[in-house]
Protein backbone atom coordinates (compact mmCIF):
# COMPACT_ATOMS: atom_id res chain seq x y z
CA UNK A 1 0.00 0.00 0.00
CA UNK A 2 1.17 3.57 -1.09
CA UNK A 3 1.39 5.65 2.10
CA UNK A 4 2.19 9.23 2.85
CA UNK A 5 3.94 11.72 5.08
CA UNK A 6 3.39 15.10 5.40
CA UNK A 7 6.07 16.48 8.35
CA UNK A 8 5.35 19.79 9.41
CA UNK A 9 7.60 21.50 11.37
CA UNK A 10 5.27 23.91 13.40
CA UNK A 11 5.28 27.71 12.16
CA UNK A 12 7.08 30.45 13.70
CA UNK A 13 6.75 30.72 17.79
CA UNK A 14 6.94 33.74 19.82
CA UNK A 15 10.16 35.11 22.43
CA UNK A 16 7.68 38.24 23.47
CA UNK A 17 7.78 36.68 27.57
CA UNK A 18 11.35 35.12 28.39
CA UNK A 19 9.32 33.83 31.31
CA UNK A 20 7.57 31.10 29.63
CA UNK A 21 8.36 27.68 29.71
CA UNK A 22 9.30 26.73 26.16
CA UNK A 23 6.35 23.87 26.25
CA UNK A 24 4.26 27.22 26.70
CA UNK A 25 5.51 29.22 24.15
CA UNK A 26 2.66 30.74 21.57
CA UNK A 27 3.15 31.62 17.99
CA UNK A 28 3.91 34.98 16.57
CA UNK A 29 2.01 36.95 14.64
CA UNK A 30 4.31 35.60 11.45
CA UNK A 31 3.44 32.24 12.39
CA UNK A 32 -0.49 32.51 12.97
CA UNK A 33 -0.11 34.16 9.36
CA UNK A 34 2.03 30.98 7.71
CA UNK A 35 -0.34 28.42 9.47
CA UNK A 36 -3.25 29.77 8.03
CA UNK A 37 -1.22 29.90 4.79
CA UNK A 38 -0.40 26.41 5.17
CA UNK A 39 -4.18 25.23 5.62
CA UNK A 40 -4.72 27.12 2.46
CA UNK A 41 -2.08 25.42 0.52
CA UNK A 42 -3.17 21.92 2.43
CA UNK A 43 -6.49 23.08 0.56
CA UNK A 44 -4.98 23.88 -2.40
CA UNK A 45 -2.74 20.81 -3.28
CA UNK A 46 -5.25 18.34 -2.16
CA UNK A 47 -3.36 17.21 1.39
CA UNK A 48 -5.47 14.87 2.61
CA UNK A 49 -4.10 13.40 5.70
CA UNK A 50 -6.71 10.26 7.29
CA UNK A 51 -4.51 11.35 10.72
CA UNK A 52 -2.94 14.47 12.55
CA UNK A 53 -0.51 13.57 15.29
CA UNK A 54 0.35 17.01 16.80
CA UNK A 55 3.06 17.70 19.90
CA UNK A 56 1.53 19.04 22.63
CA UNK A 57 3.75 22.17 23.09
CA UNK A 58 1.51 25.39 22.48
CA UNK A 59 3.11 26.50 19.14
CA UNK A 60 2.56 23.26 17.77
CA UNK A 61 -1.18 23.15 18.52
CA UNK A 62 -1.58 27.01 17.72
CA UNK A 63 0.43 25.30 14.48
CA UNK A 64 -2.81 23.09 13.87
CA UNK A 65 -5.17 25.56 14.87
CA UNK A 66 -4.02 27.02 11.69
CA UNK A 67 -4.17 24.56 9.13
CA UNK A 68 -7.25 23.08 10.02
CA UNK A 69 -9.22 24.85 7.50
CA UNK A 70 -7.27 23.53 5.06
CA UNK A 71 -8.17 20.04 6.25
CA UNK A 72 -11.44 18.20 6.39
CA UNK A 73 -13.99 18.66 9.41
CA UNK A 74 -13.73 14.91 9.91
CA UNK A 75 -9.49 14.65 10.05
CA UNK A 76 -9.43 13.34 13.11
CA UNK A 77 -5.99 14.59 15.54
CA UNK A 78 -3.71 13.37 18.40
CA UNK A 79 -2.35 16.02 20.70
CA UNK A 80 0.80 13.98 22.50
CA UNK A 81 3.24 14.77 24.41
CA UNK A 82 5.64 12.25 23.94
CA UNK A 83 6.15 13.73 20.46
CA UNK A 84 7.83 17.34 22.66
CA UNK A 85 11.25 16.76 22.79
CA UNK A 86 11.27 13.27 20.79
CA UNK A 87 13.71 12.78 18.43
CA UNK A 88 14.07 11.68 15.31
CA UNK A 89 13.73 7.97 16.40
CA UNK A 90 11.06 8.50 18.18
CA UNK A 91 8.89 10.22 15.97
CA UNK A 92 9.45 6.97 13.36
CA UNK A 93 8.34 4.57 16.28
CA UNK A 94 5.47 6.60 16.11
CA UNK A 95 4.37 6.49 12.41
CA UNK A 96 5.80 2.48 12.26
CA UNK A 97 3.01 2.39 15.00
CA UNK A 98 -0.10 3.43 12.69
CA UNK A 99 -2.42 1.20 11.43
CA UNK A 100 -2.82 0.37 8.11
CA UNK A 101 -6.04 1.99 7.17
CA UNK A 102 -4.23 5.49 7.95
CA UNK A 103 -2.93 6.27 4.06
CA UNK A 104 -1.28 9.08 4.85
CA UNK A 105 -0.62 11.27 8.31
CA UNK A 106 0.39 14.66 8.80
CA UNK A 107 2.64 14.68 11.86
CA UNK A 108 3.42 18.65 13.40
CA UNK A 109 6.41 18.60 15.71
CA UNK A 110 9.63 20.21 16.45
CA UNK A 111 13.51 20.51 15.34
CA UNK A 112 16.08 18.93 14.92
CA UNK A 113 14.10 15.81 15.03
CA UNK A 114 11.54 17.08 12.46
CA UNK A 115 13.87 17.63 9.75
CA UNK A 116 16.07 14.79 10.41
CA UNK A 117 13.57 12.72 10.27
CA UNK A 118 12.47 13.77 6.75
CA UNK A 119 16.21 13.79 5.57
CA UNK A 120 17.08 10.14 6.96
CA UNK A 121 13.74 8.73 5.49
CA UNK A 122 14.26 10.03 2.74
CA UNK A 123 17.74 9.51 2.08
CA UNK A 124 18.91 11.08 -1.51
CA UNK A 125 15.57 9.72 -3.10
CA UNK A 126 12.91 12.06 -4.91
CA UNK A 127 12.36 15.68 -6.18
CA UNK A 128 16.11 17.08 -6.35
CA UNK A 129 15.37 20.78 -6.22
CA UNK A 130 13.17 19.69 -3.11
CA UNK A 131 15.88 18.22 -1.86
CA UNK A 132 18.38 20.57 -2.35
CA UNK A 133 15.76 23.20 -0.68
CA UNK A 134 15.01 21.15 2.35
CA UNK A 135 18.97 20.39 2.95
CA UNK A 136 19.36 23.88 3.04
CA UNK A 137 17.33 25.58 5.60
CA UNK A 138 13.78 23.77 7.35
CA UNK A 139 12.33 26.79 8.51
CA UNK A 140 9.48 26.55 11.20
CA UNK A 141 6.58 26.19 8.97
CA UNK A 142 8.27 24.00 6.84
CA UNK A 143 6.39 20.65 4.71
CA UNK A 144 7.87 17.61 3.61
CA UNK A 145 5.86 15.28 2.22
CA UNK A 146 7.50 11.88 1.37
CA UNK A 147 5.77 8.44 0.10
CA UNK A 148 6.36 5.10 0.44
CA UNK A 149 5.41 1.74 -0.61
CA UNK A 150 5.06 -1.13 2.43
CA UNK A 151 3.35 -1.27 5.91
CA UNK A 152 3.55 1.34 8.27
CA UNK A 153 5.66 -1.44 10.28
CA UNK A 154 8.58 -1.19 7.56
CA UNK A 155 8.62 2.20 7.09
CA UNK A 156 12.68 2.98 7.67
CA UNK A 157 15.87 5.01 7.49
CA UNK A 158 16.11 5.74 3.31
CA UNK A 159 12.42 3.97 3.16
CA UNK A 160 10.24 6.81 1.51
CA UNK A 161 10.77 9.73 -1.28
CA UNK A 162 10.98 13.03 -1.07
CA UNK A 163 7.79 14.53 -3.10
CA UNK A 164 7.59 18.37 -2.41
CA UNK A 165 9.15 20.94 0.11
CA UNK A 166 6.92 23.63 1.00
CA UNK A 167 7.84 27.23 3.23
CA UNK A 168 5.68 29.93 3.82
CA UNK A 169 7.02 32.43 2.38
CA UNK A 170 6.68 30.76 -0.69
CA UNK A 171 3.17 30.77 -0.40
CA UNK A 172 3.14 34.72 -0.32
Keep these: MKHRIHLLRHAKSSWDD ?27 AGVTPDLVLCSSAVRATETLEGVR ?70 PTGGLATLGFDGPWTELDWDGATLEAFVVPRELG
Aim: cysteine-free.
Design 69 to 138: AGLSPETPFEIEGGLYGAGADALLRRLRGLPEEVGAALLIGHNPAIETLAAELAGDEGDDEAWARMQAKY
Design 18 to 44: PGLADHERPLAKRGRKAARQLGDHFRD
